[in-house]
């Protein structure tokens, strides 16, 4: 099957190809068989994910070792090489350290919070096909679409101090106001609820998508064997699970390192630094003091914990695999 | 099934009742963005508050077009979304070439491509600000849409439903003399509607929702996106709590009518991603 394939395309490949040549000719048929149609096929794609995804690596890993800032952006010749000297002095900002203390209690309050809670819901929709129960699950996802600035700008606004509907809401049940967005402990959960609300949209979709996958026999022979509903979500559901709870964790634990947006637009990190993620700093490091080799160190730092955790939970998924098999 | 349907109903109803009010708080932040874009200035700060306005206005939203630069903004949106669409054929191209031929080195490079998928933007920002500065497109709408034009996402998601064409669909045009270009276009893109249905959409709303790129690459206002706008009115000088929730209506509404059509097609690509 794939060999005729091949032959099926080698005829036409040339006159795609060879622009100028002739397209008959004793070309050895060895020359045909290496279409490059499907390079042509592939070659934007490649070339904007390398330009975008892959060279700026090594651009960062360069830039980090060097004194780039405004001056450099506009002549060359300021930009000097000078070291760890970035890395140095990163690792002696007390500001980089609280925003990597903020991202790991964004992260630890966060993933399980969305993974637990979309999970729940997902069970929950998924008990009737009814035509209600599909359209409430629109109103779950509906955080999920709509941009983190319209949504940040609206949690700004219902957390305001003074006039905000939380607020009124406490002082109904005779509760003191509460400084959202400006106490510096109680902001930090503020950003974190924010950014709870908005992500689990998408992960309810995607457990749905597991959930439904899972033949309805299977729990019609356990309620028969008399399986209670909790019996049967922790022997049956859990289990079969498994790969989408993996592929949530994993997306879920690296979009909360790099959590950005939230913070950015209800706080923008403030006050002082209580709420400034990694990324923020990097931002802030990067464009707001134009510091981009600062910026660039600090924004390796990030891709190595990344780079970390990512390998630690695919060689976790294959270990778990192997046990399997 | 009718044995068992009154037990059915008896776990049912009391889900139904958590989950629907779960979905009002969990709507209810855009019921409040909706109502108080409406609201005259003074009715959005009395205590109590208001729910919903007594007197509704719409100077909020002429205010953004009239005293802001709203209406540039959403054109600048409209292209960096059109834009984007480029990306959709280069990606279904990608994708169908991963999917349909052999080729050396085929699978190192699709490796490679679901590589950038780790890559973090926080460490592709500033080398790409200064690659595009250096091509002199910071400050462009191109240069805005540029970064995210391709997404490997959507190139695997491409490749995957593009391996269920059969191959003898594709021989028959071939054997007919198509070329290749135009069995892609006339056959392959056709058959691949459901796909570019779901790529459609959420290359949409991911072109109308970025912030950071505009935010980084647009410098002067006149090539700020609405995401840009609408983050820019809470650190006006003096709060207004109906102009910022218009400027976010402005960039909501569209978005939530969007996906009030096309819903089913975004909860199949999460499907077709091969995550059952």
């Known amino acids: ?325 | 099934m009718t044995i068992s349907s009154r037990r059915d109903r008896r776990r049912t109803v009391p889900i139904g009742l958590a989950l629907t009010v779960g979905a009002v708080l969990t709507a209810f932040p855009f019921f409040w963005m909706l109502t108080t874009s409406f609201k005259p200035l003074d009715q959005s700060y009395t205590y109590p508050p208001k729910v919903v306005p007594t007197r509704w206005t719409l100077s909020s939203y002429i205010e953004l077009f009239t005293q802001l630069d709203f209406g540039r903004y959403l054109f600048n949106t409209v292209i960096v979304v059109l834009v984007s669409f480029v990306g959709l054929f280069l990606m279904a191209m990608a994708g169908y070439a991963f999917a349909k031929f052999r080729f050396r080195g085929k699978g190192p490079l699709f490796m490679l491509v679901l590589s950038t998928m780790m890559i973090p933007i926080q460490v592709t920002m500033i080398p790409t600000y200064l690659i595009l500065n250096s091509v002199k497109l910071t400050n462009t709408l191109v240069g805005i849409a540029l970064p995210t034009l391709v997404s490997a996402f959507n190139v695997f998601l491409f490749r995957q439903f593009m391996t269920t064409i059969p191959d003898e669909v594709l021989e028959a045009a071939r054997l007919d003399g198509a070329r290749e270009a135009r069995a892609f276009f006339s056959i392959v893109l056709p058959m691949s509607k459901p796909i570019l249905a779901v790529v459609g959409v959420l290359t949409f709303i991911s072109g109308w929702n970025s912030f950071l790129w505009p935010l980084i690459i647009a410098n002067d206002q006149n090539h700020y996106t609405l995401s840009v706008g609408v983050s820019l009115l809470n650190k006006q000088l003096a709060v207004n709590p109906p102009l910022e929730m218009a400027g976010a209506s402005m960039m909501v509404v569209p978005i939530v009518i969007v996906f009030m059509q096309l819903q089913k097609y975004i909860v199949r690509g999460v499907n077709m991603s091969g995550l059952k």
């Open chain 1, 1 to 325: 099957m794939s060999t005729s394939t091949i032959e099926a395309i080698a005829p036409s490949a040339p006159a795609v190809v060879t622009e100028g040549r002739p397209a008959e000719g004793p070309r050895p048929r060895r020359r045909r068989r290496v279409s490059l149609t499907p390079y042509l096929f592939i070659s934007p794609t490649l070339i904007c994910l390398v330009a975008f995804g892959v060279l700026p690596i090594a651009v960062a890993a360069v830039v980090s070792l060097t004194n780039m800032n405004i001056s450099g952006l506009g002549n060359l010749a300021n930009v000097h090489f000078i070291g760890l000297s970035n890395y140095r002095s990163l690792f002696s900002d007390p500001a980089f350290w609280e925003s990597l203390r903020n991202t790991g209690l964004y992260v630890v309050v966060g993933v399980p919070s969305i993974i637990v809670g979309s999970l729940t819901i997902a069970i929950a929709l998924n008990q009737s096909q009814s035509r209600f129960f599909r359209a409430l699950r629109a109103f779950y996802f509906l955080p999920a679409i709509t941009a983190i600035v319209a949504i940040s700008l609206i949690w700004g606004y219902l957390y305001n101090d003074q006039f905000g509907l939380l607020n009124y809401l406490l002082s109904l049940v005779h509760v003191p106001p509460v400084e959202w967005l400006t106490s510096s402990l109680v902001a930090k959960f503020s950003v974190a609820f924010v950014a709870i609300w908005r992500a689990s949209g998408l992960d309810i979709v995607i457990f749905l998508a597991g959930l439904q996958a899972i033949p309805a026999d299977y729990y019609e022979a356990a309620s028969i064997d008399g399986a209670g509903q909790l019996r049967q979500v922790f022997s049956i559901t859990l289990p079969l699970l498994r790969f989408a709870i993996f592929f949530v964790l994993v997306t879920t634990l690296i979009s909360w390192m790099q959590l950005f947006d939230e913070p950015y637009v209800l706080t923008a990190g403030g006050p002082v630094h209580a709420t400034t993620s990694i990324s923020l700093y990097i931002y802030q490091q990067g464009f707001s003091y134009n510091e981009f080799g600062f910026a660039s160190a600090a924004s390796m730092v990030l891709f190595a914990m990344i780079a970390v955790v990512t390998a630690v939970q695919l060689r976790a998924r294959k270990r778990g695999a192997s046990d399997n098999l």
